[in-house]
């Protein structure tokens, strides 16, 4: 047993969303004494690293309303009840950038927010595409960016991409596909 582990007392709702459960806990610290922990519970995500035929990587641009601006991301998308991170980027990689993979490779399991959330991500490397359909939800307006992994890096160690998601991917796909 740790001897940093925090042990649950209490639990209580304090919100319940679509997407999001925020939670306030009474927790007993290692040494004995009681404190609060707020923290989201997150049904999870997946993250993909599309290849195109050409050698090019998809990136997307998407407005996020929480800042307030544009971000340029790797598409992305969270898991529906029930699915498995597979089904979940299956899906969501035809439905935000039009295509299906013929090969699809778990790469890492990412936690994003640990400070605040038990969100878990899955990134996934995406090749072999074949073109359908894009079919994103009614609210989601995206931009697809096609380009050489090179170009991504340099646009993260430039500042031009600061989602933590897709740094990593980008990493990721740097390491693998160069």
Avoid at 141 to 152: G, N, Q, R, W, Y
């Amino acid at each position: 047993m740790s001897k940093l582990k925090e042990t649950r007392v209490s639990t209580k709702p304090v919100f319940k969303g679509r997407l999001l459960d925020v939670r306030l806990d009474e927790v007993r610290l290692p040494n004995g004494k009681n404190t609060t922990r707020e923290y989201i519970i997150h049904p999870g995500a997946v993250v993909m690293i599309p290849v195109l035929p050409d050698g090019n990587i998809v990136l997307i641009r998407q407005y996020r309303y929480p800042m307030g601006r544009e971000f340029i991301e790797l598409p992305a998308g969270k898991l529906d009840p029930g699915e498995s991170p597979r089904e979940t980027a299956d899906r969501e990689l035809e439905e935000e950038i039009g295509y299906r993979a013929g090969k699809l490779t778990e790469l890492v399991e990412i936690h994003p927010c640990i400070g605040y959330s038990n969100e878990r991500m899955w990134l996934y490397l995406a090749e072999e595409l074949v073109p359908t359909k894009t079919n994103t939800d009614h609210d989601e307006f995206i931009e697809l960016l096609p380009m050489p992994v090179e170009k991504a890096v340099d646009m993260v160690w430039a500042g031009k991409i600061t989602d933590v998601k897709t740094i990593i991917g980008i990493l990721w796909a740097d390491r693998l596909l160069r």
